[in-house]
Protein backbone atom coordinates (compact mmCIF):
# COMPACT_ATOMS: atom_id res chain seq x y z
CA UNK A 1 0.00 0.00 0.00
CA UNK A 2 1.49 3.24 -1.05
CA UNK A 3 1.09 6.85 0.70
CA UNK A 4 -2.42 8.12 1.79
CA UNK A 5 -3.55 11.49 1.18
CA UNK A 6 -6.69 11.98 4.02
CA UNK A 7 -9.27 14.60 3.66
CA UNK A 8 -9.00 16.67 6.53
CA UNK A 9 -12.02 17.44 8.97
CA UNK A 10 -12.40 21.36 9.76
CA UNK A 11 -14.29 22.41 12.84
CA UNK A 12 -14.75 25.97 14.04
CA UNK A 13 -14.48 27.14 17.51
CA UNK A 14 -15.21 29.83 18.88
CA UNK A 15 -11.87 30.68 19.56
CA UNK A 16 -10.56 29.99 15.72
CA UNK A 17 -7.70 32.04 14.12
CA UNK A 18 -7.13 32.77 10.40
CA UNK A 19 -3.64 30.47 9.82
CA UNK A 20 -5.52 27.39 9.21
CA UNK A 21 -7.25 28.99 6.33
CA UNK A 22 -4.48 31.52 5.42
CA UNK A 23 -2.36 28.66 4.91
CA UNK A 24 -4.43 26.47 3.29
CA UNK A 25 -5.98 28.82 0.78
CA UNK A 26 -9.56 28.57 2.15
CA UNK A 27 -11.44 31.40 1.31
CA UNK A 28 -14.66 32.22 2.81
CA UNK A 29 -15.97 33.80 6.35
CA UNK A 30 -16.03 30.54 8.50
CA UNK A 31 -13.04 30.38 10.45
CA UNK A 32 -11.49 27.19 11.22
CA UNK A 33 -9.51 26.80 14.53
CA UNK A 34 -8.92 23.25 14.22
CA UNK A 35 -8.58 20.47 11.34
CA UNK A 36 -8.64 17.15 11.81
CA UNK A 37 -5.76 15.99 9.53
CA UNK A 38 -5.51 12.37 10.48
CA UNK A 39 -8.27 11.37 13.10
CA UNK A 40 -10.53 7.97 13.41
CA UNK A 41 -12.36 9.48 16.21
CA UNK A 42 -16.20 8.83 16.10
CA UNK A 43 -17.38 12.22 14.24
CA UNK A 44 -14.09 13.35 12.92
CA UNK A 45 -12.55 9.91 10.64
CA UNK A 46 -10.81 11.18 7.67
CA UNK A 47 -11.67 10.20 4.14
CA UNK A 48 -9.25 9.19 1.88
CA UNK A 49 -8.77 11.09 -1.35
CA UNK A 50 -7.62 9.30 -4.40
CA UNK A 51 -6.27 6.31 -5.73
CA UNK A 52 -7.90 3.06 -4.69
CA UNK A 53 -9.27 3.88 -1.66
CA UNK A 54 -10.80 6.67 -2.43
CA UNK A 55 -13.73 8.18 -0.41
CA UNK A 56 -13.12 5.13 2.46
CA UNK A 57 -13.16 6.27 5.77
CA UNK A 58 -9.83 5.69 7.21
CA UNK A 59 -11.33 3.63 10.32
CA UNK A 60 -12.36 1.05 7.39
CA UNK A 61 -9.08 0.87 5.66
CA UNK A 62 -7.50 0.30 8.98
CA UNK A 63 -10.07 -2.46 10.05
CA UNK A 64 -9.03 -4.55 6.50
CA UNK A 65 -5.49 -3.31 6.47
CA UNK A 66 -3.77 -2.84 9.99
CA UNK A 67 -0.77 -3.98 9.53
CA UNK A 68 -0.28 -2.84 5.92
CA UNK A 69 -0.37 1.02 7.67
CA UNK A 70 0.53 0.67 11.06
CA UNK A 71 2.47 -2.07 11.26
CA UNK A 72 3.22 -3.76 14.09
CA UNK A 73 1.53 -2.08 16.04
CA UNK A 74 -1.18 -3.50 18.02
CA UNK A 75 -2.64 -0.75 20.22
CA UNK A 76 -6.33 -0.08 19.03
CA UNK A 77 -5.97 3.72 20.31
CA UNK A 78 -7.18 6.81 18.51
CA UNK A 79 -4.56 7.70 16.66
CA UNK A 80 -5.09 11.63 15.47
CA UNK A 81 -3.10 14.93 13.94
CA UNK A 82 -4.79 17.88 14.45
CA UNK A 83 -3.71 21.46 13.17
CA UNK A 84 -5.00 24.35 15.77
CA UNK A 85 -5.15 27.76 15.17
CA UNK A 86 -6.29 29.66 18.39
CA UNK A 87 -7.09 33.59 18.30
CA UNK A 88 -7.39 33.71 21.66
CA UNK A 89 -5.29 32.16 24.44
CA UNK A 90 -6.84 28.44 25.56
CA UNK A 91 -6.35 25.87 28.70
CA UNK A 92 -4.71 23.27 28.95
CA UNK A 93 -7.15 20.33 28.95
CA UNK A 94 -6.74 17.39 31.34
CA UNK A 95 -8.14 14.23 29.83
CA UNK A 96 -9.57 11.09 32.06
CA UNK A 97 -7.40 7.98 31.79
CA UNK A 98 -8.69 5.10 29.61
CA UNK A 99 -10.81 3.13 32.10
CA UNK A 100 -12.69 6.46 33.37
CA UNK A 101 -12.93 6.97 29.10
CA UNK A 102 -14.08 3.31 27.79
CA UNK A 103 -16.72 3.53 31.32
CA UNK A 104 -18.20 7.15 31.44
CA UNK A 105 -17.49 8.21 27.85
CA UNK A 106 -17.68 5.43 25.74
CA UNK A 107 -14.12 6.75 24.46
CA UNK A 108 -10.24 6.28 24.92
CA UNK A 109 -7.87 8.44 26.99
CA UNK A 110 -5.53 10.76 25.02
CA UNK A 111 -2.39 11.11 25.41
CA UNK A 112 -0.83 14.30 23.73
CA UNK A 113 2.31 15.65 22.34
CA UNK A 114 2.03 19.35 21.48
CA UNK A 115 4.38 21.26 18.58
CA UNK A 116 4.22 24.61 19.10
CA UNK A 117 5.00 26.14 15.49
CA UNK A 118 3.81 29.60 15.98
CA UNK A 119 3.11 31.33 19.63
CA UNK A 120 3.90 33.84 21.53
CA UNK A 121 5.69 33.31 25.10
CA UNK A 122 4.02 34.91 27.88
CA UNK A 123 5.50 35.01 31.16
CA UNK A 124 2.46 33.21 32.77
CA UNK A 125 2.70 30.86 30.17
CA UNK A 126 6.12 29.41 30.95
CA UNK A 127 7.94 31.65 33.50
CA UNK A 128 10.94 33.12 32.18
CA UNK A 129 10.02 33.09 28.55
CA UNK A 130 8.53 36.01 28.28
CA UNK A 131 10.99 37.81 29.66
CA UNK A 132 13.27 39.66 27.10
CA UNK A 133 15.94 39.85 29.24
CA UNK A 134 18.42 36.63 29.98
CA UNK A 135 22.18 36.30 30.89
CA UNK A 136 24.68 35.85 27.94
CA UNK A 137 28.01 33.72 28.50
CA UNK A 138 29.05 35.04 25.20
CA UNK A 139 28.94 39.35 26.24
CA UNK A 140 30.41 38.50 29.60
CA UNK A 141 29.87 36.69 33.03
CA UNK A 142 26.68 37.53 34.54
CA UNK A 143 26.09 40.27 32.17
CA UNK A 144 22.16 41.00 30.69
CA UNK A 145 21.46 42.38 27.75
CA UNK A 146 18.02 42.65 25.20
CA UNK A 147 17.33 39.59 23.03
CA UNK A 148 15.69 42.53 20.46
Not at 122 to 132: E, N, T
Request: glycine letters at 12%; hydrophobic letters at 30%.
Amino acid sequence: MGPLLLKPNLISPVWSGSAINRLRGIEGDVAYGESFDVSVHRGLVNDVEGGPYNGTPLDELLAGHRAEIMGDLTDDGVIQIITMSAAQSLSVQVHPDEAYAQAHEDDHEKTESWYIVVGRARRDDHPGLGDRRHRCPARGRGRRHDRR
